[in-house]
Antibody
Framework: EVQLVESGGGLVQPGGSLRLSCAAS????????MSWVRQAPGKGLEWVAN????????YYVDSVKGRFTISRDNAKNSLYLQMNSLRAEDTAVYYC???????????WGQGTLVTVSS | QTVVTQEPSFSVSPGGTVTLTCGLS?????????PSWYQQTPGQAPRTLIY???TRSSGVPDRFSGSILGNKAALTITGAQADDESDYYC?????????FGGGTKLTVL
């Protein structure tokens, strides 16, 4: 059974940093692109970043470029999102999602809440 | 940056048919964008409904169907049920990432 479990969310002050993790199981993690998707309170879903199977390609939404870094450790079956210079508008539930080869999200985690507030 | 457009809200009667659309602020949606559709209820992770324009994800009832209508991707629900009342999101593949539409809040009443 495919499972994606996010962790690392919490309350952080504006300008601070946080590192999210996503533990994957039930599939060959190193064979899939992986993404982070977020949802601000009461708002829609927003794709944040993705990373190729071997980590050689990474893409970001414009609003997080230069502040967020996506990475993965295939030996640990884990996906990460390093978030720096956090802003109030980064407050959201962050989901880890697996990308199928047909360019869609076929599995989702349950999400971890990040709150940026003083 | 590319903007993907969806109707903010829609209403359908139980048993009725509704078509939600997914467009581009500039240009037409084609199968090359691999349009996919997701259903989300409050407090839950999204559920995948349709991928590659018109392929139903495993376990999705056949009352959900996807297509290209004109210059937009479309999600049609035939014989709407009360538990179809949810938020629906489309996603387009852009080659260097994905873009979500703003979502459509569907009311069944």
């Amino acid at each position: 059974e495919v499972q994606l479990v996010e962790s690392g969310g919490g309350l952080v002050q504006p300008g601070g940093s946080l590192r999210l993790s996503c533990a994957a199981s039930g599939f060959t993690f190193s064979s899939y692109w992986m993404s982070w998707v977020r949802q601000a309170p009461g708002k829609g879903l927003e794709w944040v970043a993705n990373i190729k199977q071997d980590g050689s390609e990474k893409y970001y939404v414009d609003s997080v470029k230069g502040r967020f870094t996506i990475s993965r450790d295939n030996a640990k079956n884990s996906l990460y999102l390093q978030m720096n210079s956090l802003r109030a508008e980064d407050t959201a539930v962050y989901y880890c999602a697996r990308e199928d080869w047909n360019h869609y999200f076929d599995y989702w985690g349950q999400g971890t809440l990040v709150t940026v507030s003083s | 940056q590319t903007v993907v457009t969806q109707e903010p809200s829609f209403s359908v009667s139980p048993g009725g048919t509704v078509t939600l659309t997914c467009g581009l602020s500039s240009g037409s949606v084609s199968t090359s964008y691999y349009p996919s559709w997701y259903q989300q209820t409050p407090g839950q992770a999204p559920r995948t409904l349709i991928y590659s324009t018109n392929t139903r994800s495993s376990g999705v009832p056949d009352r959900f169907s996807g297509s290209i209508l004109g210059n937009k991707a479309a999600l049609t629900i035939t014989g709407a049920q009360a538990d179809d009342e949810s938020d629906y999101y489309c996603v387009l593949y852009m080659g260097s990432g994905m873009v979500f539409g703003g979502g459509t809040k569907l009311t069944v009443l």
